[in-house]
């Protein structure tokens, strides 16, 4: 298990940064986000604005006919809920219409019903056209309680568009669409805003720019996906900088292959004598250096992900570079994925802005949720709908939070593709807080973090519970934790201020001996009868290092008869059984890298109040919360760490 500890604990994936954007006080509604939804072909420019009650839209498309934008549930046009619009060419005179969309599968045209809502929720504000665009803006409820519609929510919005050069025969007759595009948005979040107040101060003398690029990264047409390893050295501060934004740089044309980027700040161990700055470090092969870069960079000062746009600390915070820091080396972590075979050589990377005009709180990012990225997750092939769950104990919160707490303004969630919804929960005295963030409708091809504004706050005490749902019915075999795609992760990256002293990881895994324990191994002879102690601290000891015996592991799960009553009992040992926790506080002791496990303790489910009138709302059109949940949730009761 060793490997595990000093590994396991840093290696993270993680990305952009932006997000969530509650507004406090009732404010009219402005057009103040802007996108174009379809970079390439640039046919959609949206641009929205919302207040705590409304979402107002303004759609330009490239057709003098119908334009349409939905809410889907997946990206996929079955359930969508949606605005369709046209100008009419004789008249001029706009129409807007509430739909929804059925669209059974396998897809024909004849079977797809686009039916008008009984209730018209969306309402006209103005539209036209002139000689090759039309223009229609609306003004519809962010929760409409209507089961024909869905709700603008914090989550991920999974948005369709399409259109057709001529405009409906009749207002009922609508013929099949000749172009159409998906595009995933964070619409309540700060990353589209056109004109921020944070984006607009980081300019003047006290600014300048910091950029940490790979240098020229060679990915061949046989490489599909490759993580890349480079460090970067700082220069000299002479003075204490924040950090404010993060922007990525994307090298044009290798917008597909980049799929996301990491950079930690190392420790003096990696110095300018470390044998290699530049490597292919990728997962699926052992590699020391790989492994000495993670222990020793952990302090993770930017992300980009897919999708994601320039990020902003809020005018309050910064992340901190301190004179200590110069010429210390930042690790850039990268990982292209490359479907199509591309050959292609990339000099990508995390473009910072840092000041001398410091911001009065010292900011930092915290890491929770499954922190074994490894063998002990494990998600059976064929399941609907599967939970890994991980929790950061109230003893770590306990043990290294400042009294008034820490400040969160960002959350990254991050899961892979066969990850389905995502939740953060936040408990307090046994008692469960609203989430500090979710996503019901995740996109492994967006990642964005959920601005926090304004900021949740997280006391000692307080316990945080993630879990992941997938659903794992196109697998055929056990998907096992790890870096790659098609491997799994459920990880949060919560920035938060003040960081003093910092909490690095708080976070948790289910004990290999636990699922050891359930399903045996190929190492007994015969194969899957239950290890001896001796046995079983061999496995868990050269299971991280010696890849005949991976490869023979893997193969026994995934020919495991995973029977109904081992699978009931494989989820609850995520669920209820004895967890193992990590609580890693870089600042308060550098060196603490140990676990202990603990029984967790019962806790009552958080329901999101609805704001809709008894009946709630039928439908499946509503934000659900997560009363679907019927596992019993547990925390932690007793904790013991390393530096207690
Ligand atoms: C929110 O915006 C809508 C649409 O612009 C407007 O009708 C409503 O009055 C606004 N609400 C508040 C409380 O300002
Ligand atoms: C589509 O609409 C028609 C007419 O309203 C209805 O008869 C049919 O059942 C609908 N199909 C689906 C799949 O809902
Ligand atoms: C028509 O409207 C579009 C979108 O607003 C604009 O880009 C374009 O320049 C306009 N064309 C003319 C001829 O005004
Ligand atoms: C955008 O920013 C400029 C400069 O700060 C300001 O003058 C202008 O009013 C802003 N516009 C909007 C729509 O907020
Ligand atoms: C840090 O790097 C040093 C030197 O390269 C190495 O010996 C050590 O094992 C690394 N630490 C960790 C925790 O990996
Ligand atoms: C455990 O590993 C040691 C060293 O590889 C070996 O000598 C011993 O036989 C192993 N024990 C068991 C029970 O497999
Ligand atoms: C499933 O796992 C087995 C054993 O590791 C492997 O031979 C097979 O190719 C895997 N199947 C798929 C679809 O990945």
Redesign the pocket.
């Given at each position: 298990m060793l490997f595990t500890m000093t590994s396991f604990l840093f290696m993270l994936l993680l990305f952009g940064c932006s997000g969530l954007h509650t507004v406090t006080a009732d404010t009219p509604t402005a057009l103040d986000h802007e996108v174009l939804l379809d970079p390439v072909e640039q046919n959609f420019?949206l641009r929205w604005g919302f207040n705590t009650t409304h979402m107002d839209f303004e759609i330009?498309a490239?057709t003098l006919g119908w334009l349409a934008v939905g809410i889907s549930p997946n990206g996929g046009m079955n359930a969508a809920d949606v605005l369709l619009a046209w100008v009419d060419d004789k008249t001029g005179i706009p129409t807007v219409q509430d739909r929804w969309l059925i669209a059974p599968k396998p897809y024909s045209p004849r079977t797809v019903n686009l039916s008008l809502d009984s209730t018209q929720d969306w309402v006209l504000v103005t539209g036209s056209?002139?000689?090759?665009?039309t223009?229609v803006r609306a003004v519809r409820k962010l929760v409409t309680c209507d089961t024909q519609d869905r709700s603008f929510t914090a989550d991920t919005t999974r948005l369709i568009f399409s259109m057709h050069p001529q405009d409906p025969a009749t207002p009922t007759s609508i013929t099949k669409h000749t172009y159409r595009g998906t595009r995933s948005l964070l619409m309540l979040s700060e990353s589209y805003l056109v004109n921020s107040s944070a984006i607009n101060s980081d300019t003047g003398p006290e600014f300048s720019n910091l950029d940490l690029l790979a240098d020229r990264v060679s990915i061949s047409t046989e490489t599909r996906t490759m993580y890349f390893c480079s460090l970067i050295k700082l220069p000299t501060f002479t003075r204490k900088h924040h950090i404010v934004t993060t922007r990525p740089v994307i090298n044009r044309g290798n917008e597909g292959v980049v799929h996301h980027m990491l950079a930690y700040i190392c420790n003096d161990k990696i110095d300018d004598n470390f044998p290699d700055k530049a490597f292919d470090c990728s997962f699926d092969q052992l590699n020391p250096l790989r492994d000495q870069v993670m222990g020793n960079c952990t302090a993770i000062i930017a992300t980009f992900g897919i999708g994601s746009e320039p990020s902003h600390y809020p005018p309050e915070a910064g992340y901190p570079l301190t004179p200590e820091l110069s010429g210390r080396y930042v690790f850039l972590e990268s990982h292209y994925d490359n479907p199509e075979g591309k050959s292609v050589i990339d000099s990508s990377g995390i473009a910072l802005t840092i000041t001398t005009k410091l911001r009065p709180h010292d900011a930092a990012i915290m890491m929770t949720g499954y922190s074994d990225i490894t063998f002990s997750m494990m998600i059976p092939p064929q399941m609907q709908d599967f939970v890994t769950y991980s929790r950061c104990s109230k003893d770590c919160t306990g043990a290294i939070l400042p009294p008034t707490g820490i400040n969160v303004i960002k959350v990254f969630l991050h899961t892979h593709t066969i990850g389905q919804r995502i939740y953060l929960r936040h408990i307090r005295g046994g008692k469960e807080l609203p989430p500090l963030a979710k996503d019901e409708t995740y996109d492994f091809d967006y990642q964005e973090s959920q601005t926090i504004n304004p900021p949740k706050v997280i006391l000692p005490g307080d316990e945080l519970i993630q879990h992941c749902h997938y659903n794992s019915m196109s697998r055929r075999n056990v998907t096992f934790g790890g870096w790659g795609t098609p491997e799994e992760m459920c990880m949060s990256f919560v920035t938060y201020y003040p960081a003093n002293p910092v909490i690095d990881l708080c976070s948790s895994f289910a004990p290999m001996e636990t699922v050891l324990a359930l399903t045996g191994t190929p190492f007994t002879s015969p194969p899957g009868i239950p290890l001896t102690p001796e046995q079983m601290k061999n496995v868990t000891e050269e299971l991280w290092v010696n890849v005949p015996m991976i490869n023979q592991y893997k193969a026994y799960m995934s020919a495991y008869n995973w029977t109904p009553e081992k699978l009931t009992a494989l989820q609850s040992i995520y669920t209820d059984a004895d967890y193992a926790a990590m609580c890693v506080s870089t600042s308060t002791n550098p060196d603490a890298q140990e676990y202990s496990v603990v029984p967790p303790n019962k806790y009552t489910v958080y329901h999101e109040p609805s704001v809709c009138a008894d009946p709630a709302p039928k439908g499946t059109a509503t934000t659900s919360g997560y009363s679907g949940v019927m596992f019993i949730l547990y925390a932690s009761a007793l904790l013991t760490m390393s530096y207690h």
């Open positions: 420019f330009t490239k056209q002139n000689a090759t665009h223009t």
